[in-house]
């Protein structure tokens, strides 16, 4: 499975962006996809995750009531709707096809991320 995350860039603090995740190779239907994101002089960190149906999502709690993901296996696609962002979401942003890993959820296959900039 190859994936492309699309859709970072600068943004203001208060504005949204929406991230994709195109993925080619094989089809996203059967995996569940999730999103990570490593800011500078952090270890990367899960963002949230979507089950292979797309009847099942996590978000942690940080971003839990701006962030929302969704999936459109049709068009092989996941996406990553963030809202009312804060500086402190500032991180390359990459996706993932995950599986849970006990309490975790692991990445099988990663993008190469997006940047995220977002400017106070």
């Known amino acids: 499975v190859q994936l492309v995350e699309s859709g970072g860039g600068l943004v203001q603090a208060g504005g949204s962006l929406r991230l994709s995740c195109a993925a080619s190779g094989r089809t996203l239907s059967s995996y569940s996809m999730g999103w990570f994101r490593q800011a500078p002089g952090k270890e990367r960190e899960f963002v949230g995750a979507?089950?292979?149906?797309?009847?099942?999502?996590s978000l942690v709690d940080s971003v839990k009531v701006r962030f929302t993901i969704s999936r459109d296996n049709a068009k092989n696609t996941v996406y990553l709707q963030m809202n009312s962002v804060k500086p402190e979401d500032t991180a390359v942003y990459y996706c993932a096809a995950v599986r849970r890993d006990g309490s975790r959820w692991s990445g099988d296959y990663w993008g190469q991320g997006t940047q995220v900039t977002v400017s106070s």
């Open positions: 979507i089950r292979w149906s797309g009847d099942f999502t």
